[in-house]
């Protein structure tokens, strides 16, 4: 296969104005699923349990099973569409969208179509340099999600190759809100950048509302980008392409970029674009070609005729908005302020995506610093060698108690790290991962003396230097009793005895 043209990101820019635009689906943590009492896998709880097991007749699509709508997850969309600012259907209801699913076993999805719960809105993004964008919000929408194919036989994974396919149907049924964005306008170079914010917006806000764990490396978040490009002075648009279900920030803003440079060079060459879904590689940061994009005639939607009009009551959508929580760009300039963070110390932890357990942890009773420090240090370092997500890893109450410990003396850096790995690997909370490994600072006289000695009795020289002035010659002495120790020695009580006995 020959290599992808691309061209130069700053010289496709001069030549084709890119025009975005954002599919985003939110699986809702319901405890059961859309339209029937099967347990929600995207609840937390519901995560890890083996293929087809949480399943259910309205799920496979089993004749004679009829669909009951999820109440909560009504009252969660409602939430949801007004946080983005949408205004609320007095009435609404469901369609059949239909095509080919091999993962959903009635073959076509309940989904919206011309009626959808939330409509009309709009949501303001902030940039790393403090730029506000707005991003107009077409829709909101509620459906069910499909399952989910395991390739088998390949080389890849992917159905390509593959020597047949497993069909898991935990996911079918899934509730999920569709958040469908109005063209947007005028992104220009930073239209990268724009995805990634506006991604990380809808995290947010999701988060807030605590309608979804909002995970993208587990597909609770899952975000198509649209783009194309029309040339400078051109009113029509350009045919876009959709790339689906990119799994993280930083791959909505590379898959962006991407496109743009792949599309710029088809077109500089006199070539046309086919409107089409694509797929993103992360190993390799490219897209390849899915299948050719369907338009909503292809779909053939007509109402779902087991499903009355969803009628939320005014009282109920009031009372939805007066419990909405703070805007995220509104909350993220009050915590830097209350935090007292300069840009950059600010800025690494919404990059990471870590503003709620370092918020969770400080309210736990740890300094901002120190909050920052764990999470975004060693923390992350853990995470990103395990390849799992930082926050799955342990609770910001743990994170706060270890930081007590070390406040208290009990534990030096050093020792707390390999506390950290304890709680990690599940043997107990901070206090009894060090009471199991015995891995409490030693602060006793009588133990610290002892090393001491035997630490001067090794190198007699130094006693002599410190008693003529050079007290930085303590340092080796200190080493000495911190290794015969293993780390555990208070140094700065070891230090006090050393200068004690010198002068002596």
Not at 27 to 36: A, C, V, W
Not at 243 to 255: I, L
Request: glycine letters at 8%; proline letters at 5%; charged letters at 25%.
């Amino acid at each position: 296969m020959s290599a992808v043209k691309l061209m130069d990101y700053d010289k496709a820019l001069e030549l084709f104005e890119p025009v975005l635009g954002f599919e985003v689906h939110v699986e809702l943590n319901t405890e059961t699923k859309m339209f029937s009492d099967a347990p929600n896998p995207a609840n937390e709880r519901n995560h890890d349990a083996e293929p087809n097991t949480l399943i259910a007749p309205v799920d496979l699509g089993l004749p004679g099973s009829l669909p009951v709508v999820n109440e909560t997850a009504v009252r969660s969309s409602i939430s949801l569409g007004l946080a983005l600012g949408c205004s609320i259907a007095e009435s609404c209801r469901f369609a059949r969208k239909n095509y080919f699913y091999p993962d959903l076993g009635k073959n076509y999805q309940i989904s919206q179509y011309d009626e959808p719960i939330a409509f009309e809105g709009s949501v303001e993004v902030e940039l790393e340099d403090g730029t506000l964008v707005t991003i107009p919000i077409e829709r909101a929408h509620m459906e069910e999600d499909a399952g989910k194919l395991t390739h088998l036989g390949g080389a890849t994974g992917r159905i390509q190759g593959a020597e047949y396919s497993l069909v898991d149907y935990n996911r079918a049924g899934v509730p999920l809100v569709e958040i469908v964005t109005k063209p947007i306008f005028g992104a220009e170079h930073r239209a990268p950048e724009i995805a990634k914010a506006y991604v990380a917006t809808i995290r947010d806000i999701v988060r807030g509302l605590g309608i979804s764990e909002a995970r993208l490396e587990r597909g609770n978040l899952r975000c198509d980008a649209n783009v194309s490009l029309r040339p400078r002075g051109q009113e029509k648009l350009g045919t876009r392409t959709e790339t689906k279900n990119v799994n993280s920030m930083r791959s909505v803003e590379r898959a962006v970029r991407y496109e743009i440079q792949r599309q710029a060079a088809i077109l500089a060459d006199g070539g046309s674009i086919t409107q089409e879904t694509r797929h993103w590689h992360e190993d390799t940061g490219t897209t390849s070609p899915g299948r050719p994009k369907s338009d909503a005639d292809d779909y053939r939607y007509f109402p779902e005729p087991d499903l009355l009009p969803v009628q939320p009551a005014r009282e109920l959508v009031e009372a939805l908005r007066a419990e909405l929580p703070e805007q995220p760009v509104a909350r993220r300039r009050r915590l830097k302020a209350d935090w007292g963070f300069g840009d950059i110390e600010f800025q690494g932890v919404v990059n990471a995506g870590l503003l709620d357990e370092v918020e969770a942890t400080i309210a736990a009773g740890t300094s901002p610093d120190a909050a920052r420090k764990w999470w975004t240090g060693e923390i992350s370092r853990i995470a990103n060698a395990a390849e799992r997500d930082a926050a799955s890893l342990i609770s910001p109450e743990n994170v706060a108690a270890l930081q007590k410990l070390v406040d208290a003396g009990t534990l030096t850096d050093k020792l707390a790290r390999q506390v950290l790995e304890g709680v990690i690997a599940g043997e107990g909370a901070p206090q009894e991962v060090v009471d199991a490994r015995g891995l409490a600072v030693v602060s006793d006289d009588g133990a610290l003396i002892a090393a001491i000695d035997e630490a001067l009795a090794a190198q007699p020289d130094v006693l002599a230097k410190i008693q003529d002035g050079k007290v930085q010659a303590a340092g080796a002495v200190i080493g000495a009793v911190m290794k015969a120790m293993k780390g555990q020695a208070d140094a700065a009580r070891v230090r006090e005895l050393i200068l004690e006995r010198a002068a002596q």
